[in-house]
């Protein structure tokens, strides 16, 4: 039995590990998303503020993030309101000080969480494109890594009030997420949302009259093979997320597997139908937002729902996805030039909505328990995040001076653009 137990463990610790390893290709494949769907003259400037953001939020993580979020059944702050108690913040060491590293679950939540902070960070480059300075976007995801996404991933992850209420109210069991649809994307999402907000439009892309003007990305092939890319990441952090955070066995990573590659191609395929009706032609940006917004959604869901159902899921982020993108630009006046509102933000609440309507639990009320965190997404997070941003561009302008716009982020803050043998198109022409 012994014998048994030990090499259940070390399947457990060795199917784990693989899946974290896999991770960091969700970095490059968002990267070259972002950066394919810019323009020519900013795309060293997008992969490059990528690369720092995501180093500088795996170290701001480990020197803080890490103490707040903290892992599940550690010491935390509580709240006793009415007899029960209510967790809200982890209270772990800076520094990982005195953190036991050795073979257990702490190390893997450790290094998979150090994993998933990259990709919040670089999820707002996309809305923040060609117009937000690396100082203040370094400035600005320290913020989040440190504090904004450990608060909300200590409520779903670390056994906070989220998690809690299925013991504290019977809502099922509790808010589940197992691989962060709502603690990465969603609050990635809403990060983007805030900046492109504060940081507004790019010169030239609403008219006098308000309505948006083409700004296409420069390279559709390097955006699709981002999606590629990313898919393989993508499996990697549903199955770790799975094992971690949802007590999945290593045998449930195949219905994981599968769930997510049939929820992104769905939504891969609705993006490109629903295009071809509408526009007469397929879009091939829309289209890699319909996959990675499957993408998103998968990771509430690919753990809970039978694969038919994830094709329903991913068919329908594919639709929403496109319409979202046209409300956003059209109808609120933000300029996102890779869509990371639409695909991280809705992908990631229509996921954590339909782990409350097609997820199989033996308990009842988890559609309010799934309700419940998009209401703390969308009435706390991002006002926080807002705030946070609002506060920081009085101290660091967040925009770049009108000059760096006309030249390009690339000659203008880095002093080279990305194809130094091609001639790269101005926008002179645009009127001011």
């Known amino acids: 039995m012994a014998a048994e137990n030990h090499t259940s463990t070390a399947m457990f610790a060795a199917i784990t590990i693989s899946s974290i390893l896999l991770v960091p290709l969700t970095w490059a494949g968002l990267s070259l998303i972002n950066t394919g769907l810019n323009r ?5 400037h997008s992969i490059l503020t990528s690369l720092s953001l995501a180093a500088l939020a795996m170290l ?17 702050h509580v709240l006793n309101v009415a007899g029960k108690s209510w967790d809200w913040l982890g209270s772990g060491p800076l520094f990982l000080r005195g953190f036991d590293l050795s073979v257990s679950l702490g190390p893997l939540i450790f290094i998979f969480q150090l994993f998933t902070v990259g990709i919040v960070a670089i999820i707002p480059v996309s809305s923040g494109a060609e117009r937000w300075r690396l100082g203040s976007s370094c400035a600005s995801i320290a913020l989040l890594a440190g504090f904004t996404y450990p608060l909300f ?15 504290n109210f019977g809502l099922g069991r509790g808010f589940v997420d197992p691989a962060g649809a709502s603690c990465i994307h969603t ?3 809403m990060t983007a949302l805030s900046v492109a907000w504060l940081l507004g439009s790019r010169r030239g892309k609403f008219t006098g009259e308000g309505m948006p003007t083409a700004m296409p990305g420069h390279n559709a092939v390097v955006a699709l093979s981002g999606c590629m890319l990313a898919f393989v990441g993508w499996l990697g952090l549903n199955c770790s997320g799975a094992l971690l955070f949802a007590s999945a066995s290593p045998d449930q990573c195949l219905l994981v597997l599968i769930n997510t590659s049939l929820c992104a191609s769905a939504a891969a395929l609705s993006a490109l139908v629903v295009t071809r009706v509408r526009f007469g032609r397929p879009d091939a940006s829309l289209t890699a937002n319909g996959w990675t917004c499957g993408l998103v ?6 753990l809970v729902v039978r694969p038919a159902e ?51 639990f033996s308990l009842s009320g988890q559609f309010l328990a799934q309700l419940l965190g998009i209401i703390t997404l969308i009435g706390f997070i991002f006002p926080l ?7 920081l561009n009085l101290v660091l302008p967040l925009r770049v001076v009108p000059e760096a716009e006309r030249q390009g982020m690339d000659l203008f803050e880095l002093g080279a653009g990305a194809y130094p043998e091609f001639v790269t198109h101005r926008d002179d022409f645009i009127p001011r």
């Open 40 to 44: 020519s003259r900013n795309a060293a």
């Open 60 to 76: 701001t993580y480990f020197a803080f993030g890490f103490a707040l979020q903290n892992v599940g059944g550690q010491t935390a």
């Open 153 to 167: 991933a200590h409520w779903v992850w670390g056994g906070g009030w989220l998690a809690q209420l299925g013991a």
């Open 187 to 189: 609050v990635g999402g």
């Open 297 to 302: 959604a998968s990771s509430a869901t690919s």
């Open 310 to 360: 994830a094709v329903i899921v991913g068919l329908i982020a594919g639709t929403i996805v496109v319409f979202a993108v046209e409300i956003i630009e059209l109808r609120m006046k933000i300029d996102d030039p890779a869509g990371a509102i639409a695909v991280h933000a809705g992908g990631g609440v229509w996921g954590i909505l339909a782990v409350g309507i097609f997820g199989h």
């Open 385 to 391: 995040t807002y705030v946070l941003n609002w506060l």
